[in-house]
T-cell receptor, first 112, second 109 residues
Framework: EAQVTQNPRYLITVTGKKLTVTCSQN?????MSWYRQDPGLGLRQIYY???????DKGDVPEGYKVSRKEKRNFPLILESPSPNQTSLYFC???????????FGSGTRLTVV | QKEVEQNSGPLSVPEGAIASLNCTYS??????FFWYRQYSGKSPELIMF????GDKEDGRFTAQLNKASQYVSLLIRDSQPSDSATYLC?????????FGAGTILRVKS
């Protein structure tokens, strides 16, 4: 089944404790992206990647890191999480540079 | 000014009616326009895309684009209770895809 897989689905952590949210797609898509979704603000792009080793900042990159060492994987790293990073996170991939995304199931992160 | 604007709703329509969802965008260079549907607690799913001025139909859905007015809309004919969801408009800005905050649609049976 063609899909984008995120893990974990739910995560509660403490301020300052480094964490990684994994994302993997099995559709051989070149384009991958991370979004966060907050009430009233909608989906905001954190980072995107157009191919292996090619990443760029979205609209809200502060406090986040990404890497794209393999085509299928695009992990999101929070080096020192803070409470304002409490949010619902989505990974997405598409075949075209800016095309129709397939979204993962989401990761609900709470930072206390 | 937000880059992609949508009325947050809720938009309530009776079952069988036409639901009209609207979106405006600020970047005149945008070339690609998308509509996603998001059920409560679920991830967004793509339902329509449009690249050229005019109408594009797919089943009960019609996307309409007017680049001169920087306006894109989604019509849902014969609305069903299962269409009740949040509809997200998305527009490209260069390599980025920017989303509106979404319109809540409620279809009443």
């Amino acid at each position: 089944e063609a899909q984008v897989t995120q893990n974990p689905r739910y995560l509660i952590t403490v301020t300052g404790k480094k964490l990684t949210v994994t994302c993997s797609q099995n559709m051989n898509h070149e384009y991958m992206s991370w979004y966060r979704q907050d009430p009233g603000l909608g989906l905001r792009q954190i980072y995107y990647s157009m191919n292996v080793e090619v990443t760029d900042k979205g609209d809200v990159p502060e406090g986040y890191k990404v890497s794209r060492k393999e085509k299928r994987n695009f992990p999101l790293i929070l080096e020192s999480p803070s409470p304002n990073q409490t949010s619902l996170y989505f990974c997405a991939s598409s075949l075209e540079r800016v095309g129709g995304y397939t979204f993962g199931s989401g990761t609900r992160l709470t930072v206390v | 000014q937000k880059e992609v604007e949508q009325n947050s709703g809720p938009l309530s329509v009776p079952e069988g009616a036409i639901a009209s969802l609207n979106c405006t965008y600020s970047d005149r260079g945008s070339q690609s326009f998308f509509w996603y549907r998001q059920y409560s607690g679920k991830s967004p799913e793509l339902i329509m895309f449009i690249y050229s001025n005019g109408d594009k139909e797919d089943g009960r859905f019609t996307a309409q684009l007017n680049k001169a007015s920087q306006y894109v809309s989604l019509l849902i004919r014969d609305s069903q209770p299962s269409d009740s969801a949040t509809y997200l408009c998305a527009v490209n800005q260069g390599n980025k895809l920017v989303f509106g905050a979404g319109t809540i649609l409620r279809v009443k049976s």
